[in-house]
């Protein structure tokens, strides 16, 4: 079974970086499709990110586009998520998805 942690959130100001990473044991992430998804507090999960199982195709939604970029290491059996610029809306815990298996999110904040 396919087990997903997520690490590199944090506490950032407004403008900064961070790099989180999901990284997956049990099998082999090679097949699967990821999906980086974020909740808010009083919000329902949204789609942030996602990429194909052989990192030819990408998607963002509108919110992160030009910000973040989703990239994966299959060979580290790791998928990355670098967000830039980021902004107080981004506030948020952060889950990767393999479906049907999530991890179980690493906090973002970004507050001055």
């Known amino acids: 079974q396919l087990q997903l942690v997520e690490s590199g959130g944090g506490l950032v100001q407004p403008g900064g970086s961070l790099r989180l990473s999901c990284a997956a044991s049990g099998s082999t992430l090679d097949y699967y499709a990821i999906g980086w998804f974020r909740q808010a507090p009083g919000k329902e999960r949204e789609t942030v990110s996602c990429?194909?199982?052989?990192?030819?195709?990408?998607y963002y939604a509108d919110s992160v586009k030009g910000r973040f970029t989703i990239s994966r290491e299959n060979a580290k059996n790791t998928v990355y998520l670098q967000m830039n610029s980021l902004k107080p809306e981004d506030t948020a815990v952060y889950y990767c998805?393999?479906?049907?298996?999530w991890g179980q999110g690493t906090q973002v904040t970004v507050s001055s």
């Open positions: 998805n393999a479906p049907p298996y």
């Open positions: 990429i194909s199982s052989r990192g030819d195709s990408t």
